[in-house]
């Protein structure tokens, strides 16, 4: 890199900027600084996608038909199915849609402005034409901005050029809104918003709308068009049987498209799109946002959870705890970024060789620390949280952070570089230069960036082992002067200042949330750029790492499925891991927070990002930690979980009832009860179950041990684990009893068909209740809504034969009292043997 000719503006010497009130009326002038969202479909689109559901469709084909013939009574029934599972359809979809529209706005980017003279980081819809705006590494430039101080910068272009090459920029060149900066720092003047920035003219191209179905949606489509087919088989059965038995061939018609329809559950793709919607709610309250509807579904079935250290496991608080010269050792007390503390192991005034490592730290960062304010109750950090410590630590030793950086104006830099692990800057320092280089003490302080012959580096190097044992994170800075600037590329050298160590506190619940992880069958890890000295002490105060277990560096990834620590990783090296865990079939979940990170986020099954990271990295993720912690992550996992095992309940609960409705039409006749159910009577056991006690089953709470079970198989389909068999079971005992009912009405005289009909209603409502989540003490009535529908479906059911309009739309009878109380005790069975039946497994599941 050429040196500037000039000297480079120092981060200290930052424009103005507009003031609140400027920004505000510009603001309400030209509208917000975002591109415009395509318009969501009108409800007539909305209602004709769900009409031309194939299975709907033969539905209005049937009624069509059946109003053609004057047979109005049934045309009647289908179009209140059609109309009542379209409205359900339409309504479901929009609250989905609702759903994902909050959660867009909750992943919302930010941007770095300079506002009254201080530097605050606000939603990037809130900038405006004349804001000062800072970008560094790994942010996507939030406006068209015109820069007036870019060092080391490159743009990646590639979302408004197709370019994929980074472009470098300078000062005096324009940055455009939507493109990433690769490397470097900047600053700049917006200049274009919104619709008129370059990312604005070129919306249609870029702009993102709503999700395309899930892997779970596309898997649960195949299924339904199975079902579809065999149903449609079936029908084809009864309808032969019943021409053959001398049925109206316009009848045997009607009740086979009732039956296809009946058998498969048609409302499955919306109840499900609304369980991952509304399961994304959930999680973005509980601080976990997902940036798509897939990492719903996803996090149920994770089997590794690969994490950072910094900010994850830890606070993403930094504070010096001790800094070591070649004639110092002083501890430091203080809390965040607050400049109140003490140095201790010194007296005052402080020795010189203290300040001039605190001094040197200071001017090789780039992070500013600001007071509290109304909207900030403490200290807060901007930029890079361990450059913010050493402001604070500087603020601590007695320097004032301003004041320091002006009167050692920034000649030249290179910013923090992951392959060297140092970032070196270069001062005037009133008639000579300062060279600074800060990093790894392996790599500051080794030749050639250390002069070899120093003979205070064994010392140096000794401290910062020291350090590191005591799970420290550690610093080396090392200076030398010039008369003449020197290459800060590739520092030569220089002269051991000192180490400092950095501690980023444990978080509290990081130990819980890995035994959390262990119960529910999910192996933790630990991957960071840390020496292995800090990862090994981290990775044993949170419970993942033992003395004597071993410990990888991050170019051995073929030990990932060996080892639960890697050290010394490089973000593109994580992707090798990633590849290793998933060549041995796991399911990973990827934290990250750097633009390095972006690649892994998006090879891993889930990516999750850090809320306080860069926004390529939240971007390129399918989770974005708000408060950046690992717990929340658990959370995130048991919702997945709960979301799977709701679609699995409404499956189990939906085929069942299709099953024995099939059952019933194709052995009644055999049995001599003739035609069982007439095609209203199905269409209106069909509306009845699977509509809102369908839908209200998927809002279900968690079992207690979802996170004490071992994750679902990658590989297993979703009838597997016994689904399918308690289908099949459920079924035949649904049409056991069914059948049986009729069997005996008929012996005794009695409507036999009428009470077939209620009979079979009420016990699929039996079995919607029998299915509920099993209830922690003191959740008994989580989700009333499903006590709710199915209370409404049963009293709808017994209107069906009570009440005479009904009677005549549906062709049924006028049930007595004793009637009816038998159709009630017989609808009991299948569920209560149901309930009976998945107690006695849990228990023996309990004992085992």
Not at 536 to 556: E, N, R
Request: hydrophobic fraction near 45%; glycine fraction near 10%; aromatic fraction near 2%.
């Amino acid at each position: 890199m050429a040196l500037t000719e000039t000297p480079a503006p120092d981060i200290g010497q930052r424009p103005a900027g507009l003031t609140g009130g400027e920004a505000a009326t510009r603001l309400a002038h030209d509208g917000p600084n975002a591109v415009p969202r395509p318009r969501p479909p009108r409800l007539l689109r909305r209602v004709v996608a769900q009409l031309a559901d194939p299975l709907v469709s033969l539905l209005l084909v049937a009624g069509a038909v059946t109003g053609l013939l004057g047979d109005w009574a049934d045309t009647a029934i289908i179009a209140v199915v059609v109309c009542l599972n379209t409205a359900i359809g339409v309504a479901q979809q929009v609250r989905a849609d609702k759903a994902v529209a909050a959660l867009d706005t909750l992943t919302a980017p930010t941007a770095r402005v300079t506002r009254d003279g201080t530097e605050l980081v606000v939603p990037a819809a809130d900038l405006v034409r004349g804001d000062e705006v800072r970008v560094e590494a790994g942010d996507i430039v939030p406006a068209d901005l015109l820069l007036h101080d870019a060092h080391r910068c490159q743009a990646d272009e590639a979302a408004l050029t197709g370019e994929s090459v980074p472009v470098a920029r300078a000062a005096g060149d324009e940055l455009s809104a939507g493109t990433v900066l690769v490397t470097g720092r900047a600053a700049g003047t917006v200049v274009r918003t919104g619709a008129r920035s370059a990312l604005g003219r070129i919306a249609e191209l870029v702009a993102t709308t709503h999700a395309g179905p899930t892997p779970l949606q596309r898997r649960l489509t195949r299924l339904s068009r199975v079902l579809g087919a065999l149903a449609v088989a079936l029908c084809l059965v009864v309808f032969a049987v019943g021409l053959a038995s001398g049925r109206p061939l316009l009848l045997m018609a009607l009740t086979a498209v009732s039956l296809v329809v009946a058998a498969v559950p048609e409302s499955l793709p919306a109840v499900v799109t609304l369980s991952l919607a509304l399961g994304a709610r959930r999680m973005a309250r509980r601080k976990a946002i997902p940036r798509n509807l897939h990492a719903v579904e996803t996090m149920g079935s994770v089997t590794v959870v690969a994490s950072d250290k910094t900010g994850t496991m830890t606070e993403g608080r930094m504070t010096v705890r001790r800094a070591v010269t070649p004639d110092t050792d002083v501890s430091v007390t203080g809390t965040g970024y607050e400049p109140a503390g003490q140095i201790s192991g010194t007296d005052r005034p402080l020795p010189q060789d203290l300040l001039d490592l605190a001094r040197a730290g200071l001017l090789c960062s780039d992070a500013a620390v600001l007071p509290p304010a109304p909207d900030r109750p403490g200290w807060t950090a901007v930029g890079d949280p361990l450059e913010a410590a050493l402001v604070t630590f500087a603020a601590r030793c007695g320097l004032d952070p301003a004041a320091t950086r002006a009167a050692a104006p920034r000649w030249a830099e290179h910013p923090f570089d992951q392959a060297t692990r140092q970032m070196t800057t270069v001062h005037r320092d009133g008639d000579t230069y300062l060279t600074i280089c800060k990093g790894a003490p392996e790599s500051v302080l080794s030749a050639p960036v250390a002069d070899p012959a120093d003979p205070r580096l064994p010392a140096a190097r000794q401290a910062a082992a020291d350090l590191t044992a005591a799970g420290l994170r550690v610093l080396a800075i090392a200076a030398a002067t010039t008369a003449e600037p020197t290459n800060p590329i590739a520092p030569t050298g220089l002269r051991p200042l000192g180490v400092i160590g950095i501690e980023d506190p444990l978080r509290p619940s990081a130990a819980t949330t890995a035994a959390e992880f262990t119960q529910a069958g999910i192996r933790l890890m630990l991957i960071t750029g840390d020496h292995p000295g800090t990862a090994a002490h981290i990775a044993a105060q949170v419970g993942i790492w033992q003395p004597g277990d071993p410990i990888a560096t991050g170019d051995q990834p073929e030990r990932a499925h060996q080892v639960r620590v890697f050290a010394r990783t490089q973000p593109e090296q994580k992707l090798d891991i990633i590849a290793e865990l998933q060549h041995h079939g796991h399911v990973v979940a990827m934290t990250g927070d750097g633009v390095n990170d972006a690649p892994a986020l998006s090879r891993a099954d889930i990516g999750v990002a850090m809320g306080g990271g860069t926004e390529v990295a939240r971007q390129a993720a399918d989770l974005v930690l708000v408060d950046d912690n690992l717990a929340t992550v658990s959370h995130a996992v048991a919702e997945g979980r709960r979301v799977y095992d709701n679609i699995r309940r409404f499956l189990r609960y939906g085929l069942a009832g299709g099953t024995a409705e099939l059952a019933v039409m194709l052995i009644g006749p055999l049995l001599g009860l003739g035609l069982p159910l007439l095609p209203g009577q199905i269409l209106w056991i069909n509306l009845l179950t699977h509509g809102l006690p369908g839908v209200a089953l998927g809002a279900e709470p968690a079992e207690p041990d979802v996170l004490r079970r071992p994750p679902r198989p990658p590989d297993e389909q979703i009838l597997g684990d016994g689904l399918l068999r308690g289908v099949l079971a459920l079924g035949a005992l649904l049409t056991a009893v069914t059948l049986g009912t009729g069997l005996y009405a008929a012996a005794a005289g009695w409507p036999w068909q009428s009470m077939v009909f209620v009979v079979l209603g009420l016990a699929q409502l039996g079995i919607a209740l029998a299915s509920r989540a099993t209830r922690p003490h003191g959740t008994r009535w989580a989700n009333p809504g499903l006590l709710a529908a199915v209370a409404l479906s049963a009293a709808a059911q017994f209107a069906a034969v009570a009440i005479p309009a009904l009677r005549d739309l549906l062709g049924t009878a006028p049930l007595n009292a004793t009637q009816l109380a038998f159709c009630a005790v017989a609808a009991l069975l299948p569920g209560g043997l149901a309930l009976i039946w998945r107690t006695a497994l849990r228990h023996r599941h309990h004992q085992r």
